[in-house]
């Protein structure tokens, strides 16, 4: 199973709502990723899970709070979002070992915020 | 990788073609390149990576190429099919951590039949 999943595909919320976002992965991969994609641009990344603990937050507001709550699940958990926060959500999974840094990508649930 | 603006780069081939897309990258210490394939609505996928010690790896119908002097990595399509047609990402190993992947702009590949 080389496949990471993600739910919801689509989430539209108000600004004052409480969502989260879930990514699932049965490779096996100890690192787990969000990135954020706007529209004809780049994904940029938001977080990084190594062992299930947080290796690296690239300065993200806290409105958005992540959480792996074991090997093969990372959640995004929004809150108090602002409209410029719509965006493409990927989550990624991968090896955690040096020499292996191929990330495998969820489709992205596609967020609007209103 | 910086965004340059809404507007992505076109590259648009006949089917059969073959396609060369192109890609700058800013650390000259980089030791790990990487291409992927987004389509419509996809998350991107994995297509070839390539290593500094190599100038030169190929796939199926895929070859990318490794100019450290300049700094420039491309990925060469054969006999380009319409199913090609996405956007195509260059992305290096970044700084401050062996997990961190920093993306290229991006290209848009269009082929027409």
């Known amino acids: 199973d080389t496949e990471v999943t993600q739910t919801p595909k689509h989430l539209v919320m108000g600004m004052t709502n409480k969502k989260s976002l879930k990514c699932e992965q049965h490779?096996?991969?100890?690192?787990m990723y969000w990135y954020k994609q706007k529209a004809k641009k780049p994904p940029e990344l938001m977080f990084v899970?190594?062992?299930?603990?947080?290796?690296i937050n690239e300065s993200v507001p806290s409105r958005f709070s992540p959480e792996c709550p074991n090997s093969s699940l990372l959640n995004l958990h929004l809150h108090a979002l602002q409209p410029e926060d719509s965006a493409l959500y990927l989550c990624?999974?991968?090896?955690?070992?040096?020499?292996?840094?191929?990330?495998?990508f969820g489709p992205g649930t596609r967020l609007t915020v209103t | 990788g910086e965004s340059v603006g809404l507007h992505l780069p076109t590259l648009s081939v006949q089917e059969g073609d073959n396609s060369i897309i192109n890609c700058a990258y800013s650390?000259?210490?980089?030791?790990?390149f990487i291409w992927y394939k987004q389509e419509s609505g996809k998350g991107p996928q994995f297509i070839i990576d390539?290593?500094?010690?190599?100038d030169k790896r190929q796939g199926q119908r895929v070859t990318v190429l490794l100019n450290k002097t300049v700094k420039h990595l491309s990925l060469q399509i054969a006999a380009t099919q319409p199913g090609d047609s996405a956007v195509y990402f260059c992305?290096?190993?970044?700084?401050?951590?062996?997990?961190?992947?920093?993306f290229g702009t991006g290209t848009r590949l269009l082929v027409s039949p």
């Open positions: 990624a999974s991968s090896q955690v070992a040096r020499g292996s840094y191929e990330q495998y």
């Open positions: 490779m096996g991969h100890r690192a």
């Open positions: 899970y190594s062992y299930e603990k947080l290796s």
């Open positions: 650390n000259s210490a980089s030791d790990y």
């Open positions: 390539i290593r500094s010690n190599m």
């Open positions: 992305a290096e190993k970044g700084i401050g951590g062996f997990q961190k992947l920093v």
